[in-house]
């Protein structure tokens, strides 16, 4: 059973830095597609970064482009989203989601339902 769960969110002023954390449990496949999601409220989950585990590479939004970073740490079966000058439309609730294949087709790639497993999110607040 693959249960994923964040940590790290919270309140600060714009231009601050916060690292969220995802810990996976029972993996999707030896290597998968691992990504960050984001909703704000009232508007859709977007995608804000995602990985082909073990060297695959990692694609970002534009959005976020040059101001986050998503990695990860294998011995410790974790994801991280290093967020630097964080900006008040980064107010969202933050989520870390899992599957074996959703970011290998293009389409797919940025699409929330492909994503099979999901954790239950972090709230990350930035204040003007």
């Known amino acids: 059973q693959v249960q994923l769960q964040e940590s790290g969110g919270g309140s600060l002023q714009a231009g601050g830095s916060l690292t969220l954390s995802c810990v996976v449990s029972g993996r999707p496949s030896p290597r998968y597609c691992a990504a960050w999601f984001r909703q704000a409220p009232g508007k859709e989950r977007e995608g804000v970064a995602f990985m082909f585990t073990g060297g695959g590479g990692t694609y970002y939004a534009d959005s976020v482009k040059g101001r986050f970073t998503m990695s990860e740490d294998n011995a410790k079966n974790a994801l991280y989203l290093q967020m630097n000058s964080l900006k008040p439309e980064d107010t969202a609730m933050y989520y870390c989601?899992?599957?074996?294949?959703?970011?290998?087709?293009?389409?797919?790639?940025?699409?929330?339902?492909?994503?099979?497993?999901w954790g239950q999110g972090t709230q990350v607040t930035v204040a003007a």
């Open positions: 989601a899992a599957d074996s294949v959703a970011c290998l087709e293009r389409a797919n790639q940025w699409t929330p339902s492909m994503y099979n497993y």
